[in-house]
């Protein structure tokens, strides 16, 4: 399985299809994905593709990482899991509580 790669500050024009290809410089590309918002459908400006293998996913990102693409300087990595659903990473408010300083006690 390949690695999939998160690529960050793409242009919010830029489609799934101009992403494949300017990543195909670097091997097979599985999949593209644009994340867009729910209500719009416009381009939250990332996207994840998954490369075919490890070293065409790391040489993704030593040519992409920082590359300007659409005018935009690109970030590119790989990405990390998402999280399972309903799991939320747990908060830590040290020793000032989830109200901030100075709320009191919860009445």
Do not use: H
Request: charged share 30%; hydrophobic share 30%; aromatic share 8%.
């Amino acid at each position: 399985m390949g690695k999939k790669l998160y690529v960050g500050n793409i242009p919010y024009s830029a489609t799934e299809d101009a992403l494949a290809q300017a990543f195909s410089e670097c091997g097979q590309v599985e999949s593209v994905r644009i994340v867009t918002d729910r209500e719009t459908g416009r381009s939250k400006g990332f996207a994840f593709v998954e490369m075919g293998t490890d070293d065409q996913a790391q040489e993704a990102i030593s040519k992409w990482n920082g590359a300007q693409w659409g005018g935009r300087s690109m970030t590119v990595n790989e990405a990390r899991p998402q999280p399972e659903r309903g799991e939320r990473p747990r908060r830590d408010f040290g020793d000032r509580g989830p109200r901030g300083f100075g709320a009191g006690p919860r009445r």
